[in-house]
Nanobody, 120 residues
Framework: QVQLVESGGGLVQAGGSLRLSCAAS????????MGWYRQAPGKQRELAAT???????NYADSVKGRFTISRDNAKNTVYLQMNSLKPEDTAVYYC??????????????WGQGTQVTVSS
């Protein structure tokens, strides 16, 4: 069984910073990609940032220059450093991973979500 456990959300004032972490555990053979999606109230879930096993990154235009995604392969963990936060960054942030899992092949997995609230 695969689990993605997130931490680091919370309440912060505009202009502040937060760091999200997500650790993958279970019968994982390899991690193809990990990342973060977010969903604001009344809106669809959207990509925030992703990183491949090779280290290539992809960011939503709205977060470029403010958010930085990184990963620790030894710990199967992905991080999202969020700086210069804005009220419009308020959302539930979901960890995402595309994993090769023993006996299950390659599948997409999601964390339970962590709330990020930015006050003005």
């Amino acid at each position: 069984q695969v689990q993605l456990v997130e931490s680091g959300g919370g309440l912060v004032q505009a202009g502040g910073s937060l760091r999200l972490s997500c650790a993958a555990s279970g019968s994982i053979r390899s991690i193809n990609a990990m990342g973060w999606y977010r969903q604001a109230p009344g809106k669809q879930r959207e990509l925030a940032a992703t990183i491949t096993s090779g280290g290539s990154t992809n960011y939503a235009d709205s977060v470029k220059g403010r958010f930085t995604i990184s990963r620790d392969n030894a710990k199967n963990t992905v991080y999202l450093q969020m700086n210069s936060l804005k009220p419009e960054d308020t959302a539930v942030y979901y960890c995402y991973a595309r994993l090769l899992v023993v006996t299950k092949g390659v599948n997409d997995y999601w964390g339970q979500g962590t709330q990020v609230t930015v006050s003005s």
